[in-house]
Each structure stands twice: as structure tokens, then as C-alpha cells.
């Protein structure tokens, strides 16, 4: 079965100093990637994708994250973080094909804490 | 308009009450889906409509029930709830149930059963 592990629940950092968000995936088959971002008490809004073609993937407020198929890895950057940017991040995978590839496999999140 | 609201925001009922969550899309979308999100945790497929059929019931116990009146709007019917089902109860569309169109999410009800 698939699986998404987020490798940090909690993630504090400085006004405008970069930050990574790590996610590894374990898979056999083809996968879509996404992350998604949840502000507090609000629901969830796509950053970016991953489908195919470039393995770097720019997204919405500055993200951007990195496809490495030899790693299974699909990590989030940004170069200079807000205050704004503290929320929840989730990474998900889909499978590309079959019966269940609808489904959002979501990593348990990590909580992005950006402090003055 | 790339938006999907949901009713209402915040809803309290007791363990025998009957409600309902509502969701409703504009975007032409044929996918529909229902999650459950507790404290601290990622969000949990509940049920899925593709085409206005269910296409996944993800083991739900059936105090909650599903309908999609038309394409455009989703339901949770909510009976005999326990307190363990107090949660945010996410509503999501997608251009279709495939893996390669996103997912757009509501804001989310925020139940709490007493």
C-alpha cells in the first residue's frame, strides 16, 4: 500500500530565512504528488503539483519542490519565508492508474511555525 | 470561480439529533468527495460521488450518509452521532475522479457532538 511520511512534525524558523519541508513516499507504481497547505480553522488549498515532465515544480506564495524518483522524495522549499507562510503543510500522492487513482494519500502533516 | 462552500461553519448536535452538512460547487466538476479531519491529523476519505454515483464508501459507519442531489451539491446526513465523531468535516471537488485533476477543498464544518 502506499504511504506518505512527512519526516517533521514541527518546523520553527525566522522571518525571511529558507525552509524545507521534507516528504518521502513509498512506492512501486507511478504516482502523482501534491502539497497542500491548511491555514488555521480553514480548508485545504493546493501549493503545487507534481505530474510529469520538469522535476522541479514552481507553486503558488514562492514554493517550490523537487521530484527525485531515485529518492522518493518530494520536498517542499521556499528561499524566504512570512509570518503568513504558518500553517499546516500535507504532502499527497495519488496513483496514476487504477481503480483508486482519485484517491489523496495524505502524509501527517507538518506544522510550520515562522517567528519574528 | 474555483470555489466549493459548505454549510454551516460550525454545528453543535446532540447524540440523538438528525443533521445535515451541505456542500455546493460551481465549477462544473464531477467528482465530489467528503473527508474527516480530526485535531493535529490529515484529512480521511469518507465517501466519494463521480458522475453523481457513489464510487467509494471508505468503511463509514452508517450514521453518516451521503447524497448528491444533483452535480452541483453534496450532503452529509449526520444521525446518532458519538462524541468521537466531533471533527472538521471537509468537502472537496474535482474535475474528475482521476488522479491528474486537483482536488478543491471547502472551508470545512467544524461538528461537535455532546
Known amino acids: 500500500a502506499q504511504s506518505v511520511t512527512q519526516l517533521d512534525s514541527q518546523v520553527p524558523v525566522f522571518e525571511e530565512a529558507p525552509v524545507e519541508l521534507r516528504c518521502n513516499y513509498s512506492?512501486?507504481?507511478?504516482?502523482?504528488l501534491f502539497w497542500y497547505v491548511q491555514y488555521p480553522n480553514q480548508g485545504l488549498q493546493l501549493l503545487l503539483k507534481?505530474?510529469?515532465?520538469?522535476?522541479l515544480v514552481k507553486g503558488i506564495n514562492g514554493f517550490e519542490a523537487e521530484f527525485n524518483k531515485s529518492q522518493t522524495s518530494f520536498h517542499l522549499r521556499k528561499p524566504s519565508v512570512h509570518i503568513s507562510d504558518t500553517a499546516e503543510y500535507f504532502c499527497?500522492?495519488?496513483?496514476?492508474?487504477?481503480?483508486?487513482?482519485?484517491?489523496?494519500?495524505f502524509g501527517k502533516g507538518t506544522k510550520l511555525s515562522v517567528k519574528p | 470561480d474555483t470555489e466549493v462552500t459548505q454549510t454551516p461553519k460550525h454545528l453543535v448536535m446532540g447524540m440523538t439529533n438528525k443533521k445535515s452538512l451541505k456542500c455546493e460547487q460551481h465549477?462544473?466538476?464531477?467528482?465530489m468527495y467528503w473527508y474527516k479531519q480530526k485535531a493535529k491529523k490529515p484529512p480521511e476519505l469518507m465517501f466519494v460521488?463521480?458522475?453523481?454515483?457513489?464510487?467509494i464508501n471508505e468503511s463509514v459507519p452508517s450514521r453518516f450518509s451521503p447524497e448528491c442531489p444533483n452535480s452541483s451539491l453534496l450532503n452529509l446526513h449526520l444521525h446518532a452521532l458519538q462524541p468521537e465523531d466531533s471533527a472538521l468535516y471537509l468537502c472537496?471537488?474535482?474535475?474528475?475522479?482521476?488522479?491528474?485533476?486537483?482536488?478543491?477543498f471547502g472551508p470545512g464544518t467544524r461538528l461537535t457532538v455532546t
Open positions: 472537496a471537488s474535482s474535475q474528475e475522479f482521476t488522479a491528474d485533476y486537483e482536488q478543491y
Open positions: 512506492s512501486s507504481v507511478s504516482v502523482y
Open positions: 507534481y505530474l510529469s515532465g520538469s522535476t
Open positions: 499527497a500522492v495519488t496513483y496514476r492508474y487504477g481503480g483508486s487513482q482519485g484517491n489523496l494519500i
Open positions: 465549477m462544473g466538476h464531477r467528482a
Open positions: 460521488y463521480s458522475y453523481e454515483k457513489l464510487s
